[in-house]
Nanobody, 118 residues
Framework: QVQLVESGGGLVQAGGSLRLSCTAS????????MGWYRQAPGKQRELVVT???????NYADSVKGRFAISRDNAKNTVYLQMNSLKSEDTAVYYC????????????WGQGTQVTVSS
């Protein structure tokens, strides 16, 4: 059974930084891609960033230049470094892993709250 465990959320002032971690119960190379999504109150879940098994990344325009995804293969962990945080970054952040075969299967973490105060 795939488990994704997030940590690192919290309360930060605008302009500050946070780093989120997501540790998988399997090798991250078990997945075609991993990444982060977020969901703000009253809004749909949206893509923040993904990274494929070969290292290709896809960032949402709203976070380009401020957020960075990285991974530690030996620790089965993916990180999201968030800098220059804005109030509009406030959301629950979810770790995501994908397996692609005949269809794409998504796995999700439990979510971690990020609150940016202005």
């Amino acid at each position: 059974q795939v488990q994704l465990v997030e940590s690192g959320g919290g309360l930060v002032q605008a302009g500050g930084s946070l780093r989120l971690s997501c540790t998988a119960s399997l090798s991250i190379f078990s997945f075609n891609a991993m990444g982060w999504y977020r969901q703000a109150p009253g809004k749909q879940r949206e893509l923040v960033v993904t990274i494929t098994s070969i290292g290709n990344t896809n960032y949402a325009d709203s976070v380009k230049g401020r957020f960075a995804i990285s991974r530690d293969n030996a620790k089965n962990t993916v990180y999201l470094q968030m800098n220059s945080l804005k109030s509009e970054d406030t959301a629950v952040y979810y770790c995501n892993a994908q397996r692609v075969s005949l269809k794409t299967i998504h796995f999700w973490g439990q979510g971690t709250q990020v609150t940016v105060s202005s």
